[in-house]
């Protein structure tokens, strides 16, 4: 079992730290179809070099390392009991190492455990089979992809679609617009698994197995195989784009699979993966207890490239680029638009859903006027000499801070927030009314913003978790795009608005 648990703690840094030669090969051609000097180019080139970054560093790829999903098929005999135990000391390990972020916290209290080990993670699946051998598959994929996972009850009426119905026309639908209403807060260009049929749990299960799946196989059932194809070259029609940047790539990998269901059910359930598409697998000597063989990376290195349709986007003006250094004035703030690039150097400080809440009832513990508030739960470890450092540090999706972003700028003066995805209209017109600006971060590249973070000054709040804790961070050269200005123009509405009007002209019936 000590070999196990080895081979189970490679398998995980693997799977955080290094994408599988398949997902790296269409994030290539979706570099390749964008046009150069693009916003979604711009995106797709940083996340290039933090896909590198990650590799050459061993580090997390993305710092929301998700919530650890292991599939594994094992030979009559095989016991499961002390393979379970093994893979919760690699769990741990790993967490320990920086490998993972701990992300297990109590349901009820909030508390982390700090480990990774809870009452339900890591989430661990068994099935036998016949062969001699063990097979493990695994799967990191995190809350803000994970958040746009969808499920369709059949018939329903859908935005821009109308009506969906019991039919594979009605499925086509359902997973057109599960692209649709991720926009950029899943980090597009995503890949996504559909579960047709089974019941609300069995089809989310179905739909998650399907990511297991190589980004260039083909359905061996031929309906499924021409769908998967119709939706690849339909969804980038929406003109969604990388990070929802707007662009020619949306969707980079879509595998549906369906299972039986009682008459009375019919569930379209949609897992939506970000383009951090962090799986991985090996085969496993069940004597030995070491890798024999990797699944996706001893595996051809090029997929060939998605035969896809481009939807014009449309050329970036010559962004106009602005250094600023908190604390930051209102007048600086108003001189900027959608679409400048902003250089941050100075002092930020991180806060996430536990620092909003908290933030709302109490005063900040050090003072935010003028000052940037970034989305990001890190990856932090303390070195020998007590030292924190940063190990990954990418936004979070910022739509869950709605509630409270408003209230807090125009409490504390904050005249900038960093994350990703946008946010709504409460804290556009906060935004406007106030004097601040939104700033969106390339989602996932958390190498990419580690290497900006001189220093880490402090932190408060870590009974709250490392994550959610509030870290104090002098950065360098931090760069990220303003999608949400002072004057009440927010990109992510345009982009919405636009993709919601292309999805309408796919209303009609295509498989009859």
């Known amino acids: 079992m000590r070999a196990f648990k080895d081979s189970i703690l490679e398998l995980i840094t693997e799977t955080s730290t290094n994408l599988p030669p398949d997902v790296r090969a269409a994030i290539r051609a979706a570099k390749e179809r964008e046009d150069a000097g693009t916003r979604a180019a711009l995106a797709l080139s940083t996340i290039s070099d933090n896909i590198r970054m990650a590799e050459e560093n061993v580090s997390p790829i993305c710092q929301d ?266 007048e600086q703030i108003r001189q900027l638009r959608v679409g400048d690039v902003v250089i941050l150097n100075g002092l930020i400080h991180t806060g996430r859903d536990a620092l909003h809440k908290y933030l709302i009832d109490h005063e900040a513990p050090v003072d935010l006027s003028g000052g940037v508030i970034y989305h990001c739960g890190p990856v932090m470890l303390k070195s020998a000499e007590g030292k924190w450092e940063v190990k990954a540090a990418g936004p979070t999706t910022s739509i869950r801070e709605e509630p409270y972003q408003g209230d807090i700028i125009r409490k504390f003066g904050i005249r900038a927030v960093i994350g990703k995805g946008g946010m709504g209209a409460k804290t556009l017109a906060a935004l406007k009314e106030h004097g601040a600006i939104y700033l969106n971060a390339i989602g996932g590249a958390a190498q990419y913003y580690a290497d900006c973070i001189e220093d880490v000054e402090g932190v408060h709040f870590l009974e709250f978790g490392i994550p959610e804790a509030m870290w104090h961070l002098r950065v360098k050269n931090f760069a990220a795009i303003v999608t949400m200005d002072a004057h009440g123009n927010s990109l992510h509405e345009e982009v919405e608005k636009s993709s919601l009007e292309k999805l309408a002209k796919f209303k009609d019936p295509v498989f009859a």
């Not at 098929?73 to 741990?92: L, T």
């Not at 972020?101 to 209290?109: A, E, F, G, Q, Y």
């Not at 086509?172 to 599960?178: F, T």
């Open 65 to 330: 390392t998700g919530l650890p999903t292991f599939e594994i098929r094992v030979p009559v005999g095989a016991n499961q009991i002390e393979m379970s135990r093994a893979i919760r000391e690699a769990v741990a390990e790993a967490t320990r190492r920086g490998i993972l972020r701990p992300n297990s916290v109590d349901s009820l209290t909030g508390k982390n455990t700090g480990d990774n080990l809870g009452p339900g993670t890591p989430v661990i699946h068994y099935e036998q089979w016949e062969k001699d051998e063990i097979e493990v598959r695994l799967i990191l994929k995190g809350g803000g992809c994970e958040n746009k996972n969808i499920q369709y009850s059949l018939p329903c009426e859908l935005e821009g679609l109308g009506r969906a119905g019991r039919d594979l026309d009605g499925i086509r639908k359902c997973i057109l617009h599960s692209v649709y209403q991720a926009q950029g807060q899943g980090c597009s260009a995503g890949f996504i698994g559909v579960g047709i049929g089974g019941d609300r749990t069995t089809g989310y299960q179905l739909a998650k197995q399907q990511l297991f799946r190589r980004v260039d196989d083909v359905n061996p059932n031929p309906d499924l195989a021409k769908l998967e194809s119709y939706i690849m070259e339909a969804a980038n029609q929406l003109s969604i784009g990388t990070m929802g940047f707007g662009g020619d790539v949306t969707l980079l990998g879509c595998k549906i699979g369906a299972i039986n269901r009682i008459p009375a059910s019919f569930f379209v359930s949609v897992a939506y993966n970000c383009w951090a598409f962090r799986r991985q697998g090996v085969i496993i000597d069940p004597k030995t207890g070491q890798i024999e063989k990797w699944l996706y990376k001893d595996e051809p290195k090029d997929a060939p490239k998605e035969k896809v349709t481009p939807a014009a986007a449309p050329m970036m003006k010559k962004s106009r680029e602005w250094h600023l250094t908190p604390p930051i004035t209102e």
